[in-house]
């Protein structure tokens, strides 16, 4: 089987299609801290809860970026990773 450039973008290397997989744990903690600082609006534990919902995004990025699947899952990787730091730099 010839691999294309679309099979090396929306396949694994099992050959099926990834656009979406099961969260795994830094983007459950993501969830759960963003949801958790929505909670608590303000203080230390919404500075804590943000620190941590920041590093698991980041940590998922990074892990997408360098062992994403496919080239869709690294390039998402890649787009969170650098809207983060975008979106840190323009409200810090």
Known sequence: MENTFFDK?????EGKI???QMPNLPLIVWIVTSLLAL???SGKINT???LLANGSLFTWAWL?????VNYFRRALGLAVLIGLIAFKIQYS
Do not use: I, M, S, Y
């Not at 973008?9 to 290397?13: A, K």
């Not at 997408?64 to 994403?68: H, K, S």
């Open 48 to 50: 804590a809860l943000d």
């Open 9 to 13: 973008t929306f396949r694994d290397n």
């Open 18 to 20: 990834v656009l979406a």
């Open 39 to 41: 909670v608590f609006p």
């Open 64 to 68: 997408e970026l360098f062992q994403g």
